[in-house]
T-cell receptor
């Protein structure tokens, strides 16, 4: 079956513009995560969706960042008024219901965002 | 405040020898630890994991060791193969908090043939 897909694979934008990044999780996965990897850094948690519960937004770095998950499937991460420090690879992952046990997170290939 | 640290940015090993990648953590509440492998232009893929109630988990050529008192874990690859050349990320989580992973910065492993 298909894995996690993300689009676009690369995005170059000018400072101050808004961008939308899309994630299609594995079918049937109820948990969806967004991470980002800045140059030379590890992956940094941004936001987490689990079923119909309110998302855990504790990792979002500023109010310019927001994310939605429509119909429990596709998710969109939106960055408003982009800044150069937003340049990073944005990775999406999905898993079965997280619950109180660990379920493997499957990662997409990422979207490389460059803010000029 | 880096809760998960991989202090070696890179490691070079001869094919057939053992590769040892190290990871330290500071948060004693973590109860599950993982290693992910990443090739260029691809997302990370899960490699091996260990629960905090264990001190060793083995899967083929890969073994993860956990030393809770030292807050240290390591990944051993024996024997190392050229196809193992990749970036290896250590990650930790507390399962009851939704499995949000906290990652280290990664170690680039190069296996020379």
């Amino acid at each position: 079956g298909a894995g996690v897909s993300q689009s676009p694979s690369n995005k170059v934008t000018e400072k101050g513009k808004d961008v939308e990044l899309r994630c299609d999780p594995i079918s049937g996965h109820t948990a969806l995560y967004w991470y980002r990897q800045s140059l030379g850094q590890g992956l940094e948690f941004l936001i987490y969706f689990q079923g119909n519960s309110a998302p855990d937004k504790s990792g979002l770095p500023s109010d310019r960042f927001s994310a939605e998950r429509t119909g429990g499937s596709v998710s969109t991460l939106t960055i408003q008024r982009t800044q150069q420090e937003d340049s990073a690879v944005y990775l999406c992952a999905s898993s079965l219901d997280s619950g109180n046990t660990y379920n493997e997170q499957f990662f997409g290939p990422g979207t490389r965002l460059t803010v000029l | 405040d880096q809760q998960v640290k991989q202090n070696s940015p890179s490691l070079s090993v001869q094919e057939g020898r053992i590769s040892i990648l190290n990871c330290d953590y500071t948060n004693s509440m973590f109860d599950y630890f993982l290693w992910y492998k990443k090739y260029p232009a691809e997302g990370p893929t899960f490699l091996i994991s260990i629960s905090s109630i264990k001190d060793k988990n083995e899967d083929g050529r890969f073994t993860v060791f956990l030393n809770k008192s030292a807050k240290h874990l390591s990944l051993h690859i024996v024997p190392s193969q050229p196809g193992d050349s990749a970036v290896y990320f250590c990650a930790a989580t507390r399962m009851e908090y939704g499995n949000k992973l906290v990652f280290g910065a990664g170690t680039i492993l190069r296996v020379k043939s």
